[in-house]
């Protein structure tokens, strides 16, 4: 009786994975922008929580103060990458209902 019911599970699970597969190169190709100091750093990821692009403007190059410039570039990218982290849980969570799977993502 419970071999039937098991089967059933199984290619669900399956069938979800393929689709979390499928959207995890989705996901990939999507991106998320953050900036700093005013849209001086830009930082472009993608879904993977890759960086794609940072791009400086010269104004925010101040040999004095590379510190800043730093601070900047360090704000921006983490910024970028915790969009690019809500990006994907938003969209896993479409996909598994809300339904944390462990080993998932």
Do not use: C, Y
């Not at 692009?53 to 104004?59: C, D, L, W």
């Not at 103060?65 to 730093?70: I, P």
Request: hydrophobic content about 45%; aromatic content about 0%.
């Amino acid at each position: 009786m419970m071999g039937g019911n098991m089967n059933k599970m199984m290619k669900q699970v399956q069938k979800m994975q393929q689709e979390m597969l499928k959207m995890q190169e989705e996901l990939g190709v999507r991106t998320v922008e953050s900036t700093a100091g005013g849209g001086v750093v830009k930082v472009v990821a993608n879904g993977k929580n890759e960086i794609i692009s940072v791009e400086i403007k010269p104004e925010a190059v101040d040999p004095e103060d590379v510190e800043m410039l730093q601070d900047l570039v360090l704000t921006a990218v983490n910024e970028a990458l915790k969009k690019a982290q809500e990006m994907v849980n938003a969209e896993m969570g479409k996909l598994t209902g809300g339904l944390k799977i462990p080993g998932m993502f």
